[in-house]
């Protein structure tokens, strides 16, 4: 399959790399990390420990194939300029997954593509920018792959991300599974990026409390949008994820130490206006996306 990884940072270099084992795969990223892959391989630290050579662009121009599938992996602000360029550069009738945080991403693709084109890529994989040309895989999690429509190239996705030695599986209802990964990073995210501490310290008691009523709240809106979602089961995911990562620095505080905006308004200010919309006032949501714009501000 030709894969095309559109935002190679830290998360699609580590997913395009690892699908490279069986796939032509191209990675668009940067111009100096992209240089470094091209001169000596992407090292893989961490959890997998290996030098991919693939290629590697940073202008979309340079690529001159036509690609079976289009990964999105930049930054959820930048979702918009990426679906453009794509449209533009390959017409409409292309594949594209978005394998990103935030719950706004469906809509930005549906404005371009129709529903039969669009997939959706979950992960709580975990992986850190080290430098140009090298990437920590700091955390092994599972992947959630799905389609807004039924497509048999799900299928066809699905065995080369089990291929790459990524935990699959297909979701029969990527919106409600879009929604539980995004009030996971609401809980989790912007609590370590405010207070600048790795995810495992959000055990605490205190800090856990407010993890409760991050999940309480966020769960509220999305069963106002039609999304049924169970408080006791979703706050044992929160947990289990909190567990699993528990060293790891969440994208979100890697953001605010690079001194870079955050993906803040795709979760947690998505999730306050949303529910400003539907009547539901969520005062946690909004003021953990203002404390997190005060960190970007003060970074």
């Known amino acids: 399959m030709k894969i095309l990884i559109f935002g190679a940072g830290a998360i699609g270099s580590m997913f395009g790399a690892k699908l490279s084992r069986y796939n032509d795969v191209t990675l668009l990223g940067r111009k100096e990390h992209m240089q470094k892959v091209r001169e000596r391989g992407l090292i893989l630290r961490g959890k997998t420990r290996a030098v991919f050579y693939l290629d590697a662009i940073s202008r979309l121009e340079y690529y001159k194939a036509r690609p079976d599938i289009v990964i999105v992996t930049v930054k959820s602000y930048d979702t918009d300029d990426a679906i453009n360029d794509i449209a533009e550069y390959f017409g409409r009738d292309i594949n594209v997954m978005s394998l990103q945080n935030g719950l706004d991403n469906i809509e930005k693709m549906r404005r371009f593509f129709d529903k039969e084109r669009i997939f959706i890529g979950l992960t709580t994989e ?20 799905g389609s807004l429509k039924n497509n048999k190239f799900l299928e066809q996705l699905y065995r080369e991300f089990v291929k790459a030695g990524f935990r699959t599986r297909i979701s029969n209802d990527i919106e409600r599974d879009m929604w ?24 605490e008691k205190i ?22 979602l169970d408080y006791e089961e979703m706050l044992r995911e929160v947990r289990e994820v909190i567990d699993l990562t528990s060293e790891n620095l969440s994208s979100m505080l890697q953001s605010i130490i690079k001194g870079k905006r955050t993906e803040i308004d795709s979760i947690n200010g998505y999730i306050y206006n949303l529910g400003k919309k539907i009547g539901l006032e969520s005062k946690l949501n909004k003021l953990l996306t203002e404390l997190v714009k005060i960190r970007e501000e003060f970074k």
């Open 126 to 145: 975990a992986s850190l920018f080290l430098k140009p040309g090298e990437i920590e895989h700091t955390g092994r999690g599972k992947t959630i792959i």
């Open 207 to 228: 800090l856990f409390e407010i993890v409760k009523d991050i999940c309480r709240e966020s769960i509220e809106v999305a069963r106002g949008v039609g999304i049924k």
């Open 180 to 203: 539980r990964k995004a009030i996971i990073n609401a809980c989790i995210n912007p609590l370590t990026a405010i207070f600048g501490i790795k995810n495992g310290v959000l055990k």
